[in-house]
């Protein structure tokens, strides 16, 4: 008979070990779903996890992708973090994304075509606002009339996608743009444009900002009395209350500044890779980021390393659907089989595995 | 050798955990017909003895012979069938169940729902035991619900009966009733197997008392000849030292309550009602009370978890009502709350975070929010080394302490902040004979150093230790406080009944 049974104290090489073990099942489990594809499972992964770095051939674009794509995933899963430490879940990243991205792109456009030295870092604000805003809206309600941030976080993502769309459409279109839906291209317009800092690597000031956030968020959590308590309330939410911790102020800092850096991300991707605001401006970044924020442990490194990682799965999926013709549900599977995996091992640094002999009584 | 006497024969029985050794070569006996009681400090393997009996566990080796059988339950209802019931110490009731229901969900099959309660009535009233059983549950008070768990034992007819911590959530008076069923049923040739901590209980009720410490039996004794004190120096393999209380001159009044009410949080919560007292520096309070009769609420006023009226509570002549816990602390407002895994403490967090968790403010840990992590280190060791907190070290989670070493140092955390006023919530609850000594001494000498100290509890005996005064809270109303010394046991009861011993006197 098998048995879990509960380990006096979470083990620790176990939280390590998960992420780990996540990723090398996540390897196999996807190499059994390839074959049954029909395709080669072992170059199907090497295309996945080696050719975006390494390739000869693909190399020299792939890699500033990475970075390209890591960027707003850990901007985003750092703010998530906090809030998931802390047991307050907001899901609605994405529409907090594409706010930010609506609220900077918004001000450029609204000063286009002004040359200002200051634009870019007012937009990085105003885009930090937007995502504050909208994330302010379940955490009001959460405080105030205790509705579930998870369900008014998330359904508020699809408010955003409507107005993102009335944007590319109507209110934000670029008027010389012949009647086709999204606004002006922001590469264009030199004082807003989030250029590459380095020309090639894909380092643009999001990716700056997604490493500020990674040293802020490590510091906040390891050294002041804030991460502590945002930690206290997530491992015993009573214990914390009695340490004087305020459950309103906390539920509103932690979805503010998850809402800010996922409106920075969206903002930094709209004045950069993006360009301009389009009806499929939303790509996802902030839903992936919360696997990526689960799979980094809720940790800042872990979050740092895990989104080079889901990068890496993007981009190896993309080059798998255009290399192997691979189809994108395949690779969204498996992405989802990581954060499964994860989950799965994750049981093990809380319980042990017992093999017991069962006496027959 | 077996004799006819015997019900249940223990040979040898012994079950390790993984780390700890719960039984070791655990061998007695019960004969028919007596009461035995089974006496040991947490941690002693009493429970998984019981459990063992139960066929809730099944021991690495050992045998066990009920009435000449071989008996080896591989789970409750083998057990049930072979005549063992058992009573826990934590019902498992349904709240919005009737009595008649509660008991049918138990039974294997149960008789048609008028006959079952013809039964039950029969039952109880045989055993002086008085229930209804188209009550509700949920409109029980605890003794009544126990009574139920009991009744569903009786039906069943059971050659042993097994009670753990029968009297912990009972009046006085209460046991009084239960003492006279359990004799009752001895007298008619059920053994009862009874476990708990109350030495002067078990003086009164128990024919013989096998003593286990680390798992082991230690010995065994007739208890109405052996004194309270050798059983418990058995129990804890030591010389025991009983704090002594000095009574001293009360000083200033500190913190008074006044007309303090309060609507229930929840469905199940208790409303407080017209609450009002005061306490004085130097001085300890002693509240009893029945659990679940508004002691947590009141705690929670107390610690500031809780907000009211800024006039309903003053410190130093100064209303805090609406001061939260970490107003409250800067102004010295402690306290300790009952439930330590959750509330008091975090489980999954080292002792040296909890440490962090209401020291930070006065013992200065986190100057400008930037937490001082040696300091906290070093807090955290000093109460680990003054309250003798048995631990590897600070490092380790504090779910993973027993419940006694982790008691001791939430108790600790605080008294080493030098309170002006700490409020502690059932202080030694579930905590061994020596660590509940320690912690008592603490709590008088911290009244001797002259702050104030508010102690919940449960434990009667425990109130009349350490107490200057005595109040009691029933139904979310509270007693007049009276002077400890002089109060009779009698008293005591029926101040936890709601009522004032002086005027029940005069009436």
Redesign the interface.
Known sequence: MIRL?RR???SKSWTYLAPLLAVAATMIAGAIMFALLGKDPVLAIKTIFWDPVFSPQFGSYSRPQLLIKAGPLILIAIGLSLGFRAGIWNIGAEGQYIMGALAGAGLALALYPMELPVLLPLMVLAGALGGWAWAMIPGLLRTMFNTNEILVSLLLVYVAEQILSAAAVGFLRNPEGGGFPGSRNLQSYPSAHNAEIIANTGIHWGVVAALIAVIAAYVLLQ????G?HI??AG??P??A????V?PARLILFCMGVSGALAGMAGLFEVAGPAGKISIDFGAGYGFTAIIVAFLGRLHPVGILLAGLLMALTYIGGELAQLMLSLPAAAIQAFQGMLLFFLLAFDVFSHY?LRIAT???? | MTSTDDLLVIEGVTKAYPGVVANSDVSFRIRKGEVHALLGENGAGKSTLVKTIYGLVTPDAGTMVLDGLRYAPSEPSAARQAGVAMVFQHFSLFDALTVAENIALGMETPPKRRVLARQIREVSEAYGLPLSPHRRVGDLSAGERQRVEIVRCLLQDPRLLIMDEPTSVLTPQEVEILFRTLRQLSSEGTAILYISHKLDEIRAICDTATILRHGKVVGDCVPSQTSARDMAEMMVAAKLDTPVKHPGTPGAEVLSVDGLSLPAASQFGTALKEIGFSVAKGEILGIGGVAGNGQDELFAVLSGETRTAPDAVTFDGRPVGRLGPHERRAIGILSAPEERLGHAAAPDMSLTDNALMTAALRMKLAPGGWIDWAGVKGYAETVIKAFDVRTPGAHTAAGALSGGNLQKFVVGREVMQAPQLLIVNQPTWGVDAAAAAHIRKALIKLAEDGAAVIAISQDLDELMEISDRITAICDGRMVRPRPAQGLTMNDLGLMLGGRDPEEEAVA
Request: hydrophobic fraction near 45%; charged fraction near 30%.
């Open positions: 049974e006096p104290a979470p050294r002041h009395i804030l502590f930690k206290l491992e015993a009573r214990a209350k009695l340490a004087g305020n042990r069962g006496r027959a009584a």
